[in-house]
């Protein structure tokens, strides 16, 4: 079976290793970003009714500022997010379906007019009639090279998880700059947007979390 390259940053990168590999695959981390915090000016409690959380990081990395917002209900874009949220102290947490844009739709839906994102760097724009107030809590930065254990991982033809378009992004790049032929390389990708790029070939995580996307790697692997 082809081995597993993950490529996600730290915790992350951790936790998809140890579900691979109980899964029994091998797996090999490369994270292709650190993630670090960021100061942050946090707003006036009262002028929100939820926090939203589109990624784990901004749980983790937020800082003792969150203690503001205890008694607001918090949305989390998916189970790994609402995961670091009960981590971080929070009760009431809400999952949503996987992505901004479902998020936000729920969010409307139950009644919530004001809430506070807590974001990372390179965040995405939402359309919604929600009055969003966002806070930039933490960055991810990219190497600027491809690491070592990639390159390790290639060699066996192993199966590259992408966790987001901008990881996919950066990989096609960091790949031409090592002269490594993407082309040669299969992807299994947590979302259609993630997987964009000119893979070998491309296996669709059928819902966005490791799960379906270990589920996806393995059809992969299956053939050859």
């Not at 992004?169 to 990708?189: K, S």
Request: glycine content about 8%; aromatic content about 4%.
């Amino acid at each position: 079976m082809r081995p597993l390259l993950v490529l996600r940053p730290e915790p992350g990168a951790a936790a998809t290793i140890a579900r691979a590999q109980a899964a029994g695959f091998e797996a090999i981390a490369a994270p292709l970003f650190a993630v670090v915090p960021l100061a942050w000016t946090a707003p006036d409690r009262q002028a929100h009714d939820a926090l939203m959380l589109t990624s784990a990081n901004a749980a983790r990395h937020a800082g003792p500022a969150l203690d503001l917002y205890r008694d607001l209900p918090v949305y989390a874009v998916g189970e790994a997010t609402a995961s670091a949220a009960r981590k971080a102290g929070f009760q009431d947490v809400r999952t949503g379906a996987g992505d901004a844009a479902a998020l936000a739709a729920r969010m409307v839906c139950d009644g919530i007019g004001r809430p506070l994102h807590l974001a990372g760097r390179d965040y995405r724009e939402v359309a919604t009639s929600l009055a969003i107030e966002r806070r930039i809590v933490y960055a991810a930065e990219p190497v600027m090279a491809l690491p070592v254990a990639a390159r390790t991982a290639l060699a066996k033809q192993a199966v590259a998880l992408i966790h987001s378009p901008r990881a996919g992004t950066l990989f096609a790049r960091l790949l031409a700059e090592a002269g490594i032929d993407a082309r040669h390389v299969p992807v299994a990708a947590i979302s259609a947007a993630a997987g964009e790029g000119p893979w070998h070939a491309v296996a669709i995580a059928a819902a966005p979390d490791d799960g379906a996307l270990l589920a996806a790697a393995a059809r992969l692997c299956e053939k050859g």
